[in-house]
């Protein structure tokens, strides 16, 4: 594995293997190394469409980078439990916080460079905005996903504030409400351009949650929601600016409601909208976002080229694919 140059934690997950498939069309498979645990039967296609490449186990490859048989230049770290309902501290604190940490520390020793995955989802409610240059200590996730990543960037944030070694480059990305190929295996977790597509396809219908804010509007929740491949554009961008670190959201910077998400979905299925709503989960009220919209100037100002695909366009591209 010494040629291994460019590694993908997460690489049979949603955005991993997108991300994946997108460095297998510009580096020979060979230099790539795919990481990820568990690989369920569900998640295999997204391997398999990129036939050749190495897979490691994620304990294997941290081993491994630890006992020096292993070196890559560019650790993209996708790899993470992306439940939003997980209750499992101990897990989700092992999974996302200390992984991440070793391989923080294993590029800073080694001079190499991180590009990692945080999430919107540690801005909590939102009652201290969407802004990246905001104080990390000022945010309150709602979930313990959340918590488990903020504590990520705050102990990224602490190692550079002590002076300590740090990889040459490290990025982290703030992605908001991800959606597009690649997702089917994430069940419940799945976009919910996925579940309507489907529910069109099978009922004619598409059903909603109802509001339990008084200020919104059934339906009229509002997100940022940002094309799959749109993101992979961008890290693909930074991997090419190894001078360009820091933690930076990536969502499209334009908020749009729930229902204006599925209209879309009848739009491209040529359908008239057919929308219902129901109660929300009660294990989600309380620690849903009403509301998310990134503010992307930090981004802007270090250089990296992004013009999001309108939602639209990017819903129609997916239904095409989804079909």
């Known amino acids: 594995m010494s040629a291994i140059r460019i590694v993908i934690t997460g690489a049979a997950g949603f955005i991993g293997g997108q991300l994946l498939e997108s460095f297998a069309r510009q580096y020979p498979v060979a230099e790539l190394l795919a990481v990820d645990h568990p690989v369920t039967e569900a998640k295999r296609p997204n391997l398999a469409a990129v036939p050749g490449v190495t897979f490691l186990d994620h304990t294997a490859f941290v081993g491994a980078l630890e006992a020096g048989t292993l070196s890559p230049e560019l650790i993209l770290h996708m790899g993470a439990c992306s439940s939003t309902t997980e209750q499992d501290w101990g897990y989700l604190a092992d999974n996302n916080l200390h992984y991440s940490q070793r391989l923080w520390r294993w590029c800073a020793q080694h001079g190499r460079r991180l590009i990692y995955a945080s999430s919107a989802a540690t801005y909590g409610d939102g009652a201290r905005g969407f802004d990246d240059e905001s104080p990390l200590a000022e945010l309150e996730p709602l979930n313990l996903y959340g918590r488990s990543k903020h504590e990520f960037d705050l102990w990224v944030e602490q190692q550079v504030k002590e002076g300590r070694p740090q990889p040459v480059q490290s990025v982290g990305l703030k992605f908001f409400n991800v959606f597009g190929p690649g997702e089917a295996h994430k069940g419940r977790m799945a976009s919910m351009v996925f579940h309507g597509?489907?529910?069109?396809?099978?009922?004619?219908?598409?059903?909603?949650?109802?509001?339990?804010?008084?200020?919104?509007?059934?339906?009229?929740?509002?997100?940022?929601?940002?094309?799959?491949?749109?993101?992979?554009?961008?890290?693909?961008?930074?991997?090419?600016?190894?001078?360009?670190?820091?933690?930076?959201?990536?969502?499209?910077?334009?908020?749009?409601?729930?229902r204006e998400l599925l209209e879309a979905v009848f739009a491209a299925l040529n359908l008239p909208p057919r929308i219902e709503y129901v109660p929300m989960p009660e294990d989600l009220q309380g620690r849903y976002q009403y509301f998310t919209q990134a503010t992307m100037r930090k981004l802007a100002r270090a250089g990296v080229p992004y013009v999001p695909t309108p939602l639209a366009e990017a819903v129609a591209d997916y239904s095409r694919r989804l079909g």
């Open 197 to 258: 597509y489907h529910q069109i396809k099978r009922e004619g219908v598409v059903r909603l949650f109802k509001s339990h804010r008084p200020d919104y509007t059934d339906g009229g929740q509002l997100r940022d929601f940002i094309y799959v491949r749109d993101l992979v554009r961008v890290m693909t961008e930074l991997a090419d600016r190894p001078t360009v670190s820091g933690l930076f959201n990536l969502g499209t910077g334009q908020a749009h409601s729930f």
